[in-house]
């Protein structure tokens, strides 16, 4: 077993409310900490479970079985110029060069606000670039591969009657 940190954003409970906070510990949920962030009800976990696309899935489906509503996982899968340099611990500048195509080709294109100064990139993509010119490793590939399905179904579809948890552990035994 593994220790995998990542954090659920949710809504539809407060955490002054002592029956939610109870009910998340009934159903498992005491590797969490629980906090309000910009409106935003923030579970960080410090989950050990078998796989990571695992740890996720069970996450979720105790904090609905609790109440909640599951909006989203972060770390996001869209990432800025600053994120990037971030997660993968190069600096800003090289970054920006590699976007530019000016020490690498073949640098994933902006996926959301492409002509605006502020373009988001998707951290698989970006992830996947950076794995096969070294710079990352897979495991942080697929762990990016996995949070980006799991926004998508989380987004698209309530997560019990998805088959969420299989997705997930689909895409993690195939790559």
């Known amino acids: ?21 109870d009910a998340l510990f009934e159903t498992g949920c005491d590797d969490v900490t629980i906090s309000l962030q910009k ?32 909006e989203r996982i972060e770390p996001d899968h869209l990432v800025t110029l600053s994120e990037i340099a971030e997660r993968c611990e190069l ?18 294109s902006p996926t959301v606000k492409v002509t605006s100064k502020h373009p988001l990139w998707d951290w698989y993509q ?25 926004n998508i179904v989380i987004n698209s579809s309530k997560i019990e009657h998805d088959g969420f948890a299989e997705r997930l552990e689909k895409l993690e035994a195939a790559a």
């Not at 409106?39 to 410090?46: C, D």
């Not at 996720?56 to 609790?66: D, H, L």
């Open 91 to 108: 600096s800003k500048a090289a970054i920006s060069l590699y976007t530019k195509g000016k020490r690498l080709d073949g640098f994933p």
């Open 39 to 70: 409106g935003a009800l923030i579970a960080e976990f410090n989950r050990e479970a078998v796989s990571f696309s695992r740890a996720i899935a069970s996450a979720c489906e105790q904090i609905e079985k609790a109440g909640a509503n599951v």
């Open 1 to 21: 077993m593994k220790n995998f940190e990542f954090a659920i954003i949710a809504s539809g409970q407060s955490i002054e409310d002592d029956g939610f906070l």
């Open 126 to 150: 970006v992830a996947d670039w950076l794995c096969s010119n070294s710079f990352i490793d897979k495991e942080t590939v697929i762990r990016a591969r996995i949070v980006k399905e799991a």
